[in-house]
């Protein structure tokens, strides 16, 4: 503890850290030729320049929370341009950012450019499988800069000895622990260029993302027509932008905020439900899904005015305007939000309906708008073409298997998903005590040094334990038979690695401890009985079925076996089947197929699917309609 700083003792504060879903991005001028002044000028010359890039590439682009924006700032002596991003639930606006500062940093080669997020070096994070050893998250921070459309890294500081290897074999340096500061990394980047390294797999791995822009930016965007009051229709026609926080109002909303809407009186609404009219709303994808799954009783007042056979002859349009319309009310209503830029606007434009400043849209008019309104196939997924998908198949039908499931984006996502769980599965450096990590590796080599004089007779144990090691030997099929054994599970193999007499034998060695043969006798009866109901509730939920689709060829090979074995061949056939068609199992289908089941079983709250999804940096809306799911269970 002595080498903390107290206050009153140089303590300069907690460390910093963004909040969840932040993206925070500082773009840096370093030339040592121009003054504070000219360096100041030359920033306000980059921010136009950004201004400009935005208003080319993204116009009429809707933000899920936060759009880009770079302010000038000063840190620690230093004039510099910043700006901090909320995306929300949109991964992608994170990376759209990510694409805009790379395409910033393309029109001049003085502009270096930090970007994190609230993991931290997110790109490195993205580029995982190509970093080389020694680039461990202790010592990654400051040392990722964006320069010229290209990614750098600062490497460490080491011998002589060790800075050819770094050239010429990163992968063979792996005792790096140099940790730098920002000021240390922008001397390096100011003083010592030459000693950054442009590696293009790391690149190449953490811009992949970036590869479907710009023309990813409008497949982001979703068009509805939808049944909202005029005033309404008046708002989002003058700033469609108005409608992600009206969406987000109504995705987040609690039992407070739904107050105004409970009322009776439809005179005291912002945005009663009068004077109908339909109207193109243009959403964010994510948005949209999150507007769509959620399932939201009317209120009273709706009700009222719809009766539920105009809900269903309406095809979703008086639903889902039913739901912006309450958005935008939840919204105004929150005394919270009345700081907030949108509501503002919002209120403003009201105000001048009601000045008669401005008059609310005719039918012709609104006639004279845009009425687009886009495919909704890219929510739905069919779970025979989606198997198919994760590993490029196509077989069958042609049309069908052409036809895809889902969007392409949901394509790539799920097989880069699958695939990299199955490359973890076959890490062959992954031993019997799992995956191990640098981490691990780091804290053991520190354990080592402090131990002084006892370190060289724990490198002997050690090396004795790695020779052992060495000659350990694992069966798989023998570990599955003796965890078989143990829940009870009937055995398919004729050679069991331990019997039910083998452990019978064990229990009767064990010492009484009190107790007499007769009630050990009965306990172990008790334990087989809870054994075999535990069995047979679990194969009653499916949870030891392991091929939900059999296939056809399977099927007819087990009725053959029926018909040429007899009946008691079959039925000993089907207590084998499991391990019978091990080789058939449908691998990729029941690793993704769990992975969507666990992250709907969350309900949209945190959970352990949501967190592997979102590491991954994917994003999948809630949704509760199993009748998809049901019609492909076997």
């Given at each position: 503890?002595?080498?903390?700083?107290?206050?009153?003792?140089g303590?300069?504060?907690?460390?910093?850290?963004?909040?969840?879903?932040?993206?925070?991005?500082?773009?840096?001028?370093?030339?040592?030729?121009?003054?504070?002044?000219?360096?100041?000028?030359?920033?306000?010359?980059?921010?136009?320049?950004?201004d400009?890039?935005?208003?080319?590439?993204?116009?009429?682009?809707?933000?899920?929370?936060?759009?880009?924006?770079?302010?000038?700032?000063?840190?620690?002596?230093t004039?510099?341009?910043?700006?901090?991003?909320?995306?929300?639930?949109?991964?992608?606006?994170?990376?759209?950012?990510?694409?805009?500062?790379?395409?910033?940093?393309?029109?001049?080669?003085?502009?270096?450019?930090r970007?994190?997020?609230?993991?931290?070096?997110?790109?490195?994070?993205?580029?995982?499988?190509?970093?080389?050893?020694?680039?461990?998250?202790?010592?990654?921070?400051?040392?990722?800069?964006?320069?010229?459309?290209?990614?750098?890294?600062?490497?460490?500081q080491?011998?002589?000895?060790?800075?050819?290897?770094?050239?010429?074999?990163?992968?063979?340096?792996?005792?790096?622990?140099?940790?730098?500061?920002?000021?240390?990394?922008?001397?390096?980047?100011?003083?010592?260029?030459?000693?950054?390294?442009?590696?293009?797999?790391?690149?190449?791995?953490?811009?992949?993302?970036?590869?479907?822009?710009?023309?990813?930016?409008?497949?982001?965007?979703?068009?509805?027509?939808?049944?909202?009051?005029?005033?309404?229709?008046?708002v989002?026609?003058?700033?469609?932008?108005?409608?992600?926080?009206?969406?987000?109002?109504?995705?987040?909303?609690?039992?407070?905020?739904?107050?105004?809407?409970?009322?009776?009186?439809?005179?005291?609404?912002?945005?009663?439900?009068?004077?109908?009219?339909?109207i193109?709303?243009?959403?964010?994808?994510?948005?949209?899904a999150?507007?769509?799954?959620?399932?939201?009783?009317?209120?009273?007042?709706?009700?009222?005015?719809?009766?539920?056979?105009?809900?269903?002859?309406?095809?979703g349009?008086?639903?889902?305007?039913?739901?912006v319309?309450?958005?935008?009310?939840?919204?105004?209503?929150?005394?919270?939000?009345?700081?907030?830029?949108?509501?503002?606007?919002i209120?403003?434009?009201?105000?001048?309906?009601?000045?008669?400043?401005?008059?609310?849209?005719?039918?012709?008019?609104?006639?004279?708008?845009?009425?687009?309104?886009?495919?909704?196939?890219?929510?739905?997924?069919?779970?025979?073409?989606?198997?198919?998908?994760?590993?490029?198949?196509?077989?069958?039908?042609?049309?069908?298997?052409?036809?895809?499931?889902?969007?392409?984006?949901?394509?790539?996502?799920?097989?880069?998903?699958?695939?990299?769980?199955?490359?973890?599965?076959?890490?062959?450096?992954?031993?019997?005590?799992?995956?191990?990590?640098?981490?691990?590796?780091?804290?053991?080599?520190?354990?080592?040094?402090?131990?002084?004089?006892?370190?060289?007779?724990?490198?002997?144990?050690?090396?004795?334990?790695?020779?052992?090691?060495?000659?350990?030997?694992?069966?798989?099929?023998?570990?599955?038979?003796?965890?078989?054994?143990?829940?009870?599970?009937?055995?398919?193999?004729?050679?069991?690695?331990?019997?039910?007499q083998?452990?019978?034998?064990?229990?009767?060695?064990?010492?009484?401890?009190?107790?007499?043969?007769?009630?050990?006798?009965?306990?172990?009866?008790?334990?087989?009985?809870?054994m075999?109901?535990?069995?047979?509730?679990?194969?009653?939920?499916?949870?030891?079925?392991?091929?939900?689709?059999?296939?056809?060829?399977?099927?007819?090979?087990?009725?053959?076996?029926?018909?040429?074995?007899?009946?008691?061949?079959?039925?000993?056939?089907?207590?084998?089947?499991g391990?019978?068609?091990?080789?058939?199992?449908?691998?990729?289908f029941?690793?993704?197929?769990?992975?969507?089941?666990?992250?709907?079983?969350?309900?949209?709250?945190?959970?352990?699917?949501?967190?592997?999804?979102?590491?991954?940096?994917?994003h999948?809306?809630?949704?509760?309609?199993?009748?998809?799911?049901?019609?492909?269970?076997?």
């Amino acid at each position: 503890m002595d080498h903390l700083k107290w206050f009153g003792e140089g303590f300069d504060g907690f460390p910093k850290t963004l909040p969840e879903d932040c993206v925070e991005y500082t773009l840096y001028v370093i030339d040592s030729s121009l003054s504070d002044l000219n360096l100041r000028n030359r920033l306000r010359q980059i921010q136009a320049a950004a201004d400009s890039l935005v208003k080319h590439l993204l116009r009429d682009f809707i933000w899920q929370r936060d759009s880009f924006g770079l302010e000038l700032a000063r840190q620690d002596g230093t004039s510099l341009l910043h700006g901090k991003t909320n995306y929300g639930d949109s991964v992608e606006d994170e990376w759209l950012v990510v694409f805009l500062l790379r395409e910033l940093s393309k029109q001049s080669s003085d502009i270096w450019i930090r970007v994190v997020d609230t993991d931290g070096e997110f790109l490195l994070i993205e580029a995982a499988n190509k970093l080389p050893p020694w680039l461990n998250p202790e010592i990654a921070h400051h040392r990722v800069w964006i320069n010229d459309g290209r990614l750098f890294i600062i490497p460490p500081q080491l011998p002589c000895q060790d800075i050819g290897r770094m050239l010429n074999a990163p992968e063979t340096v792996t005792n790096a622990s140099e940790i730098i500061t920002l000021e240390e990394a922008r001397h390096i980047i100011h003083k010592n260029r030459a000693r950054l390294q442009h590696l293009p797999q790391v690149e190449a791995e953490a811009f992949d993302r970036l590869r479907k822009y710009p023309e990813q930016i409008a497949y982001c965007m979703h068009h509805a027509l939808v049944l909202v009051p005029r005033n309404l229709a008046y708002v989002i026609h003058n700033n469609a932008s108005h409608i992600s926080p009206a969406v987000e109002a109504f995705y987040l909303r609690d039992p407070v905020s739904l107050r105004p809407l409970q009322m009776q009186d439809i005179g005291k609404l912002v945005f009663p439900p009068k004077d109908l009219v339909t109207i193109s709303v243009k959403f964010t994808k994510v948005g949209y899904a999150q507007m769509k799954s959620q399932h939201f009783i009317a209120p009273a007042v709706w009700s009222s005015v719809l009766s539920p056979r105009q809900f269903e002859q309406s095809k979703g349009e008086a639903e889902i305007g039913m739901k912006v319309t309450c958005g935008f009310e939840m919204l105004l209503s929150d005394s919270q939000n009345q700081d907030k830029r949108p509501v503002r606007e919002i209120l403003m434009l009201l105000q001048d309906i009601e000045a008669g400043e401005d008059h609310l849209p005719s039918d012709a008019e609104i006639a004279q708008w845009e009425h687009d309104e886009d495919s909704e196939e890219w929510l739905d997924i069919n779970f025979e073409d989606f198997e198919n998908e994760l590993v490029g198949k196509r077989t069958g039908d042609t049309s069908s298997a052409n036809r895809g499931f889902g969007d392409r984006n949901a394509q790539e996502n799920l097989r880069k998903m699958v695939a990299r769980f199955e490359d973890f599965l076959e890490n062959d450096a992954a031993g019997a005590d799992g995956a191990e990590f640098r981490d691990d590796m780091d804290s053991d080599d520190e354990e080592d040094e402090n131990t002084g004089g006892e370190s060289s007779v724990g490198s002997e144990s050690a090396s004795e334990g790695e020779d052992d090691a060495t000659d350990i030997e694992f069966d798989e099929n023998r570990f599955a038979d003796l965890m078989r054994e143990m829940m009870g599970i009937p055995s398919g193999r004729k050679e069991n690695f331990v019997d039910e007499q083998t452990i019978e034998s064990h229990l009767k060695d064990m010492p009484e401890f009190g107790e007499d043969d007769s009630t050990r006798d009965e306990e172990q009866n008790d334990i087989h009985q809870i054994m075999q109901t535990m069995e047979a509730e679990l194969r009653g939920a499916g949870a030891l079925q392991l091929d939900p689709l059999p296939t056809t060829a399977t099927k007819q090979r087990r009725t053959t076996k029926a018909k040429s074995n007899g009946p008691d061949r079959s039925n000993a056939d089907s207590s084998e089947e499991g391990t019978e068609d091990g080789g058939e199992v449908h691998i990729d289908f029941n690793l993704a197929k769990n992975m969507l089941e666990s992250f709907k079983s969350q309900g949209g709250m945190p959970g352990p699917g949501g967190n592997l999804i979102g590491l991954m940096g994917m994003h999948l809306p809630r949704d509760e309609d199993e009748t998809l799911l049901d019609a492909h269970e076997p």
